[in-house]
């Protein structure tokens, strides 16, 4: 049983354009949301996270919406360039616990 | 300061055959973690270790899986017998524990291994 879901599977932006990674989660005891983005050949890298006391973070021209009441949060990409091409994960934790429970990722590609 | 590393970064091996996977943490990091990615699906826990005690082992597949973390330093993951199945990708990450809430994970580059 998938705790996080993840979509879209892959999506291709133009450069400059504005890119959307949406994960859903059904346990309300996970209280910490990263994205990691992970380059080919390399292990995946934390990217921005949040935790539930906010709707939303920024750092830089990556954002991350959180709808807690729809146990829902977002990855947005804002004019996005052809070096963020990766693959994007979402994953959950809950304190009191360690492990992260990751969505399925999806594939970025930005054409230039 | 260097990373997570993982040796090797790949393997293939036959079934039936043992493989052993190790990790070295970000140094001072208490807790380690192993996780798996088969091709096309999530990235799914399997343990996490406190220094050299297992914490959790829930996500460990089943008893051909043994991890080790020797004196609470690098870790190494045995597979024995390999089956077709265990083929993917391994990360390992760490952390250093916070007071309050989840860690910050530093990742691995992985360990590919192909069952044939």
């Known amino acids: 049983q998938q705790q996080v879901k993840q979509s879209p599977q892959s999506l291709i932006v133009q450069k400059g354009g504005i890119s959307i990674i949406n994960c859903a989660y059904e346990?309300?005891?996970?209280?910490?949301f990263p994205w990691y983005q992970q380059f080919p050949g390399k292990g995946p890298a934390l990217l921005i996270a949040?935790?539930?006391?906010?709707s939303e973070k920024k750092e830089g021209r990556f954002t991350i919406s959180f709808n807690k009441s729809a146990k829902q949060f977002s990855l947005h990409i804002m004019d996005s360039q052809p070096g963020d091409s990766a693959t994007y994960f979402c994953?959950?934790?809950?304190?009191?616990?360690?492990?992260?429970?990751f969505g399925t990722g999806t594939r970025l590609k930005v054409l230039a | 300061e260097a990373g997570v590393t993982q040796f090797p970064s790949h393997s293939v091996i036959e079934k039936g055959q043992t493989v052993t996977l190790r990790c070295d943490p970000i140094?001072?990091?208490?807790?380690l973690y192993w996780y798996r990615r088969v091709m096309g699906k999530e990235i799914k826990f399997l343990l996490h270790?406190?220094?050299?005690?297992?914490?959790?082992e829930s996500g460990m597949p089943n008893n051909r899986f043994l991890a080790e973390r020797t004196g609470g330093t690098y870790s190494t993951l045995k597979v024995q017998p390999a089956e077709l199945e265990d083929s993917g990708v391994y990360f390992c990450?760490?952390?250093?524990?916070?007071?309050?809430?989840?860690?910050?994970?530093?990742f691995g580059p992985g360990t590919r291994l192909t069952v044939l």
């Open positions: 140094s001072g990091h208490d807790n």
């Open positions: 346990n309300t005891a996970f209280d910490y």
């Open positions: 270790f406190v220094k050299e005690s297992k914490q959790d």
């Open positions: 990450a760490s952390s250093q524990p916070l007071r309050v809430g989840p860690d910050t994970q530093y």
């Open positions: 994953a959950a934790g809950a304190s009191g616990t360690y492990k992260y429970i």
């Open positions: 949040i935790r539930p006391d906010v």
